[in-house]
């Protein structure tokens, strides 16, 4: 099935949902950034949150930043989630592995180290975006977004997202989220009714494992309080905006010297994309080309 997104409503409006699937991109990410297994769920973890988080907001364009910078061994992660169902994402050390933990999952907490902060940016496509940072509560991402959202949003949340990989690659990825909107946030008794639903499931890969799918998860936390599923299914994907072109424009901005200096030097030059891994080569030629530029836009 392809990755998607879907959002449903619940209780009359009073509580919001929205579900995704993130199995290629996540695996596509392991690939591109050569991920060990606990940074394949960090990273997936992340970008189904950002995924989740995104698509509250309305205005086309709008993005959603995630930052997490603990102190254990993965030294960080960055995600970029857009409205129009685009994530991309990388975490600082790729190849960093752990020893599964007791109860045989993923030690994500572990990796990323539970002292530290996470970074939200919401930008909504009017060229200020706003940041928040909260504390960070154990590392494994889906409590410390769930803690982001209650603290900072003022939103009660419940949030759930996991990924399953092993030697194939990643099996299972995505998450949930659910909210209580503004007009029901008083009523604390569908707070409790939430966070226990949603902590009776065993995680959320489990339920893709077994062949269910966000419609059915759906109907299995909130079937007998009015669901309504929205009937848009977004599609959502890796994807990364960075092409040979802005390669090229970012060279030139290191002035004529630099770049002779890279002629003689190496002969070229080479770029690595850290969102997603894509390698760029310039040639000699190509940078002669930006030199010959940078020359004619200075006689004019
Ligand atoms: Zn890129």
Redesign the pocket.
């Known amino acids: 099935m392809a990755d998607r997104l879907i959002r449903a409503t619940a209780a009359n409006g009073g509580i919001r949902a929205v579900g995704t699937i993130t199995t290629s991109l996540t695996e596509e990410a392991r690939q591109r950034h050569k991920l060990s297994y606990v940074a394949t769920a960090a990273l997936g973890r992340a970008m189904s949150s950002g995924l989740l988080l995104v698509s509250s907001m309305k205005k086309e364009g709008s993005r959603v930043n995630i930052r997490i910078k603990g102190n254990g061994p993965l030294g960080g992660l960055l995600v970029d989630a857009g409205l129009d169902g685009t994530v ?1 994402g990388y975490v600082e050390n790729p190849t960093v592995e752990l020893p599964p933990k007791a109860n045989g999952k993923l030690d994500v907490g572990g990796a990323i180290g539970k002292d530290g902060y996470l970074y939200v940016i919401r930008d909504v496509g009017y060229g200020f975006p706003y940041s928040s940072t909260v504390e960070l509560v154990s590392g494994e991402v889906g409590d410390d977004v769930a803690n982001y959202l209650v603290t900072s949003e003022q939103t009660p949340s419940a949030l759930l997202v996991g990924v399953f990989v092993d030697s194939e690659g990643v099996l299972a990825s995505g998450g949930i989220l659910l909210q209580i909107m503004p007009k029901a946030a008083r009523d604390d008794s569908l707070v409790e009714l939430l966070e226990s639903r949603v902590s009776k499931l065993s995680g959320f890969t489990p339920l893709l494992r077994a062949g269910k799918t966000l419609p059915n998860i759906f109907e299995e936390l909130l079937g007998d309080l009015d669901l309504i599923i929205l009937p848009e299914t977004n599609l959502v994907r890796f994807h ?3 092409s040979f072109e802005r390669v090229l424009r970012a060279l030139k901005l290191l002035g004529e010297e630099e770049l002779q200096d890279m002629i003689e030097k190496d002969e070229g030059a080479e770029a690595t ?1 850290h ?2 891994g ?1 390698v760029y080569q310039a040639n000699k030629e190509d940078l002669y080309k930006l030199i010959e530029d940078l020359r004619s836009e200075s006689l004019s």
């Open positions: 991309r990364c905006p960075c994309c969102f997603c894509e």
